[in-house]
């Protein structure tokens, strides 16, 4: 019998990469990653994720396999999705994306059904905003900060499955969707690259990657370096942003050591460092102007000196990540067992313009927010019967967070009119902690050859410095194959999804009252683990051996449902919870490949629904929590509709790509009432490897164009349940690469 995993090939054309600056730190990885071995009884043109579920049962290894493929098989089968929805993306099909491997990685996911894009590279799956768990090589990898640099680098990526739906009792905290990627590894790496990507908005991306194999030793490692003139989304309908430069370095490696042939020890160490300009739109000094702001005074500035003018502020963000993840993996005939302790740091250091701020905003506020997070994870398989396979496993973590502010801002008098013309100080340092630990087992219990039921059941915990909670989660999974060409699925997972520490206490609001930075109001209720039920349905047909279509359904219901919000001109987003929330919705997804073309088509629908905001309320006008406290309204990162479709052509020596986005609009307005304009974006590009090199090996060129025809659409009008800015999509861009191997 055969479990399965739901997955579609897509060629996945992407949307220009938002540019990154990298200062190269080295990262060392170790974990080869899984590539499943075919069920024998299953056809070569199964899906790639239908061959990996049903590989758990043990098919004999050939003696000619290599210990890392033997060692990845097996590991495979220690996170099998078990009736999960899973989309696969191969490195074929990054290839195809708008700007390859340099695409950014919000990009690559976009193409997948049931994602939505927002601003600050943000994507939302299944109506969800984040919950996503990034796992690298089977391993978790700590939750980071809320900022907006996009961490993970495509250039990394040997392959990558997004698992939604109703996931198995392995998978816990960040339920949304489990991001799980496999690194390139020496072994994968047929030559080392160097490559220089750029073109429009000054775009200039030098990165190089380098792998091999000595003896035991398998290593890859990646160093990129980005810059460009449109780090942020525009907050203006024009074609540059105002004071938008970001710089970007990346480093990632990984290292893996076979002790012997049944176990290896494996590091993975990565690094990203980001600096970006907060983008300004156009004002006026006009007090006829509809965009423009009260201007507030400060002694000793004249604000209406040109130099004032609020498209020369200068606000800057850096962001800093850093992790690493040790890995102890070890198979035997029966079980497969493996152990990660792993350690993370992030900061985002928001540096504000002083004057500017003070007359346009009437504070000046630098802050600082880091996390450290230190854990350990493990993880077994073993086969306690014939039709049986037990899993189990653990998983404890340790976060310290930390929120410095050092802030100027005027007093106010009792009618909240500015009562002096010299800011006065005020400094706040705050911290939270917080501890989450699970455990989990689980059966995939083989009924017949075309029938599995996966059951499980999960305890969690969560302590924190605000909050302390736990509970017992059953998971259940039905995955039917009545037909060699029809998979179904149907399950139900309870979830446990806690909050990032961020909280901030009654006695920081305290110190700001009477301030031009004073709170909207002293409600400032802790945001507690948002507690769901979700049931899931779905089928997977293949109508001819060359096309595939997956239709899925969904529905999730929650209490103190989470939610994120940026609540300042810092891109520092923080939670707050909603008392009841519903989410509902639906996927297609299509693909056809035949020869060297390459076709998909997805559309998806989701619906959100939300009432009584029960967490930070400090942070939102009374008016809007009255509204929302007897109204229920839609949830604002909610694109009811999206869809996305491309098409490929690759040959040995060519490839090219056409792909098309189209975008509902997300919501805006008081309460969430009104709705961003809809829009649609095509890509196109061209590659072309030149192998008759005198000096060293391929030499693939490509060009890329992003926006074709300039569509000018808006993902957000600054308004809407926790938005602070306007954005713009990206505007039509050129970009060309070239990548040489040696």
Known sequence: ????????????????????????WMSVSLTVLGTALADPALPETEPQTVRKAASSEKPPVPEQISVTGHLNRERARIFPGLGAVDYTIDQHQITTTPGGQNAAFNQILLRVPGVVLDSYGEVHVRGEHGGLTYRVNGVLLPEGLNGFGQELDTRIIQSVDL???????????????????????????????????????NTFVPSVQLGGQRGKLDYFTTLSFTRNNIGIENPSDTFRAIHDVTEQEKAFSYLSWHLDEASRLTLLTSASYADFEIPNSFKTFDTNSPDYTTLYDVAGVNPHDPAMNWASLNDSQTEQNYYAVLSYQRTTDRLNLQVSPYFRYGRIDYTPDRDRDLIYQGVSEHEVNDFTTG????DLSYEIARHHTLRAGLLGQYTSERLDTDTLAFPVDEAGNQSANTPVRLMDNTGNWSVEAGAYIQDEYRITRSLTFNYGIRYDRFASSFDNEGQLSPRANMVWKPTRSTTLHLGYSRYFAPPSPQYVYPSTLARFVGTTNAAANTLDSATKVEKSHYVDGGILQRITPDFQITLDAYAKWAHDLTDLGQFGRAVILAPFSYRRGRVYGAEFGSSWRHGPWSLFGNFSYVKTSARDINSAQYQFDPAVLAYIRNHAIQLDHQGEFTATAGASWTTKHDMAYADFVYGYGLRSGFANLEKEPQYDVFNIGYQHSFTKVPFGHDIKVRADVVNLFDKRYQLRDGSGVGIYQAQYGQRRGTFFAVVSEF
């Open 1 to 24: 019998m055969h479990t399965t995993k739901y997955s579609i090939s897509y060629t996945i054309i992407s949307l220009l990469s938002r540019n990154t600056r990298f200062c190269a």
């Open 163 to 201: 698992l939604t739906g109703t996931l198995p009792a392995q998978f816990g905290f960040r339920t949304a969707g489990v991001v799980d990627v496999t690194t390139k590894t020496g072994d994968s790496l047929k030559h080392n690259q160097v490559s220089l990507y750029g073109g429009s908005y």
């Open 375 to 378: 854990g350990m994870q493990a």
